[in-house]
């Protein structure tokens, strides 16, 4: 009896496996890995450059920014947030 239980449990051991037995995963193992290499590749080379560009950008419309926020905090009045704007903008080109 032990003989027969371990005969048919071998023989239903590749139809239980539905295919995904021994070798049928292929070449298929490596999609994963390389797609989350390309994920960190393009965040190594990208990253650096948007970081760089905003920064720039950040660095050129600071004293723009301050300007604009003592004028909406009452801090200055237009006629003098206009000359300062002006004074700044002549200065950067």
Same mark, same amino acid.
């Given at each position: 009896?032990?003989?027969?239980?371990?005969?048919?449990?071998?023989?239903?051991?590749?139809?239980?496996?539905?295919g995904w037995g021994y070798g049928g995963a292929g070449a298929w193992f490596l999609?994963?890995?390389?797609?989350?290499?390309?994920? %960190?590749?393009?965040?190594?080379?990208?990253?650096?450059?948007?970081?760089? #560009?905003?920064? @720039?950008?950040?660095q050129d419309q600071g004293a723009e920014a301050v300007l604009r926020e003592r004028?909406?905090?009452?801090? %200055?009045?237009?006629?003098?947030?206009?000359?300062?704007?002006?004074?700044? #903008?002549?200065? @950067?080109?």
């Open positions: 009896m032990l003989t027969t239980l371990t005969s048919n449990a071998a023989l239903a051991a590749p139809a239980m496996m539905h999609i994963f890995p390389l797609f989350w290499l390309a994920v %960190i590749v393009l965040f190594i080379f990208l990253g650096p450059r948007r970081w760089r #560009r905003n920064h @720039q950008w950040h004028y909406a905090r009452g801090e %200055i009045d237009e006629t003098e947030y206009r000359a300062r704007l002006e004074v700044l #903008r002549s200065g @950067q080109k």
